[in-house]
């Protein structure tokens, strides 16, 4: 029972996370990126609507209950199957995605916002190092983005084929 509770957590937020992690890395963050001034205004109704949290939350559950799940199959016997690599090194992609978006993605965001905030309270046009300062961290929140979405996409693949592996 308690596998199969863990798989069906796994998957939901799973989906979750990595669809919208996508999406936001190859869609969402470029096109708000590209937007100049104006998509600051998007990204309020993104935070509004608690997105990073979301994708925090989800986050963490796929890797607590892939912990668990990988726990429970373990073996060294099972390491070297082509379906215990499938899965681990699907595995090692979500937690590169986890790493990436939570210590690098998620500060990045944190301080464009903070940055932001502080340039719509100021009385003028930003200054050159403020400029500056933005389009270095807007820069980095895109490729860290695609990084972390990149991440997801073999992680899903390999955890989507890991059935078709054990057959190989």
């Known amino acids: 029972m308690e596998y199969t509770v863990l798989i069906l957590f796994h998957?939901?937020?799973?989906?979750?996370w990595a669809g919208g992690a996508i999406a936001a890395g190859f869609f969402i963050i470029p096109a708000v990126l590209g937007a100049g001034p104006a998509g600051g205004a998007?990204?309020?109704g993104v935070l509004k609507r608690r997105f990073p949290r979301v994708m925090t939350v989800s986050a963490a559950l796929v890797v607590v209950t892939g912990l668990r799940l990988y726990?429970?199959?373990f073996s060294m016997d099972w390491l070297v199957t082509t379906h215990g690599l499938v899965l681990s090194v699907g595995a090692l992609a979500g937690l590169g995605a986890f790493v990436i978006g939570v210590f690098v993605q998620k500060p990045t965001a944190d301080k464009i916002?903070?940055?932001g905030a502080r340039l719509?309270?100021?009385?003028?046009?930003?200054?050159?190092?403020?400029?500056s300062e933005m389009d270095r961290l807007r820069t980095r929140l895109g490729k860290v983005a695609r990084?972390?979405?990149w991440h997801l996409v073999v992680a899903s693949l390999l955890m989507a084929a890991?059935?078709?592996?054990?057959?190989?």
């Open 11 to 16: 998957v939901f937020f799973g989906i979750l």
């Open 42 to 44: 998007v990204m309020a």
């Open 71 to 73: 726990m429970l199959r």
């Open 113 to 115: 916002g903070a940055l």
């Open 120 to 131: 719509a309270g100021a009385a003028g046009p930003p200054s050159p190092e403020d400029a």
């Open 147 to 149: 990084v972390t979405a």
């Open 162 to 168: 890991h059935q078709l592996a054990a057959r190989l």
